[in-house]
T-cell receptor, first 110, second 114 residues
Framework: GQNIDQPTEMTATEGAIVQINCTYQ??????LFWYQQHAGEAPTFLSY????GLEEKGRFSSFLSRSKGYSYLLLKELQMKDSASYLC???????????FGKGTTLSVSS | DTGVSQNPRHKITKRGQNVTFRCDPI?????LYWYRQTLGQGPEFLTY????????KSRLLSDRFSAERPKGSFSTLEIQRTEQGDSAMYLC????????????FGPGTRLTVL
């Protein structure tokens, strides 16, 4: 089976750095995705990791450790507009669809 | 191309009625997915098409649900005899065939069953 776990909620202040963790248990592995979803909107792609290590993309970075079944999304220089749900997702065993975590709701305050 | 589009954006119906949603994927994407999302949860996979072939269906997809993609372009999702538990956001996503399998999501159809 497959299971993806991430914290339900996090809070942070503008300009700060926040790390959102994700742990996964899958019977096969084919990469890990992070999506951002603002309230009432569709998820939008942030990052994809298939190899161990850190992938940096502007203010957002994503890390993967396949041996530990662990990933995190790092958000730097937080802005109010970063308040959203952050979804960790991995392909199902057949590689035909994504299995999503429940999402981490991040609230950024001034 | 403006991305994945879905219609309607909102649907309110009475219990027992049938509803149909439409998804138009990004034009060059031959893979299309339907997901359902309820409040406080991540999207849950419902079904997957490669061109016009429906290749996978989740156990969440009861007999009251049917999806089609007749010409390998747009897709429809029909729910018959709706129940209050069907109230959710129905998301459509598409992607191309390449190995980097990022899915692009549409804005969703929010269904409310009274």
């Amino acid at each position: 089976g497959q299971n993806i776990d991430q914290p339900t909620e996090m809070t942070a202040t503008e300009g700060a750095i926040v790390q959102i963790n994700c742990t996964y248990q899958t019977s096969g592995f084919n990469g890990l995705f992070w999506y951002q979803q603002h309230a009432g909107e569709a998820p939008t792609f942030l990052s994809y990791n298939v190899l161990d290590g850190l992938e940096e993309k502007g203010r957002f970075s994503s890390f993967l450790s396949r041996s530990k079944g662990y990933s995190y999304l790092l958000l730097k220089e937080l802005q109010m507009k970063d308040s959203a749900s952050y979804l960790c997702a991995g392909p199902n065993q057949a590689g035909t669809a994504l299995i999503f975590g429940k999402g981490t709701t991040l609230s950024v305050s001034s | 191309d403006t991305g994945v589009s879905q219609n309607p954006r909102h649907k309110i119906t009475k219990r027992g009625q049938n509803v149909t949603f439409r998804c138009d994927p990004i034009s060059e994407h031959n893979r299309l997915y339907w997901y359902r999302q309820t409040l406080g949860q991540g999207p849950e996979f419902l079904t997957y098409f490669q061109n016009e072939a429906q290749l996978e269906k989740s156990r969440l997809l009861s007999d009251r649900f049917s999806a089609e993609r007749p010409k390998g372009s747009f897709s429809t999702l029909e729910i018959q005899r709706t129940e209050q538990g069907d109230s959710a956001m129905y998301l459509c996503a598409s992607r191309s065939d390449d190995a980097y399998n990022e899915q692009f999501f549409g804005p969703g159809t929010r269904l409310t069953v009274l």
